[in-house]
């Protein structure tokens, strides 16, 4: 069998998975690795630290340790993804080919994970701002219950200088 036909046979097989047996993989995975992305991106966006993409891609003193991050994070999906792969080799290919197991665990775990990661670190930024915005607000609120006395109203003092009961 020639290169030329392995690389036919292996994208064929590829691109066979999600009408196969355990198809629900290829959509329970990428779920579970989007959510593990948002929690992900919270704590990036609470950390302040760069998007997750972005680091990987132009930091490279960072890539190595974020990229080792995601896959930690992701790992068992991997594994999950992986082994479900296997199963479905056994059953449908009679035959393991771990190669193919790996390009469908990264593809549909790991390609995710990167693409939501990024997303869900802006939104989280933007949510923790708008409550520190909130809670700067709500400093500067006296409190429901006290009233201004009327003469403090009219009165020329500064703000400081007004009192409360």
């Known amino acids: 069998m020639s290169f030329h036909d392995l690389h036919v046979q292996f994208w064929q097989e590829i691109f066979a ?78 035959a393991f080919r771990p190669l193919e197991a790996m390009v469908v665990a990264l593809g549909v775990a790991f390609v995710p994970y990167l693409v939501v990661r990024g997303p869900a670190a802006r939104i989280s930024r933007r949510i923790l701002r708008k409550r520190a915005h909130r809670t700067v607000e709500r400093a500067h609120v006296p409190p429901a219950n006290h009233k201004v006395l009327p003469s403090a109203l009219n009165s020329p003092v500064k703000d400081e200088q007004v009192t409360y009961h």
């Open 17 to 94: 998975r999600p009408g196969g047996p355990l198809a629900f993989r290829f959509i329970l995975q990428p779920v579970i690795a989007a959510i593990l992305a948002a929690r992900d991106g919270w704590e990036d966006a609470r950390t302040h630290r760069k998007p997750y993409l972005w680091s990987l891609l132009n930091d490279p003193i960072r890539r190595m340790p974020r990229l080792l991050e995601g896959v930690m994070a992701v790992s068992r999906v991997l594994l999950l993804g992986a082994g479900m792969d296997l199963v479905y080799q056994a059953i449908k290919l009679h």
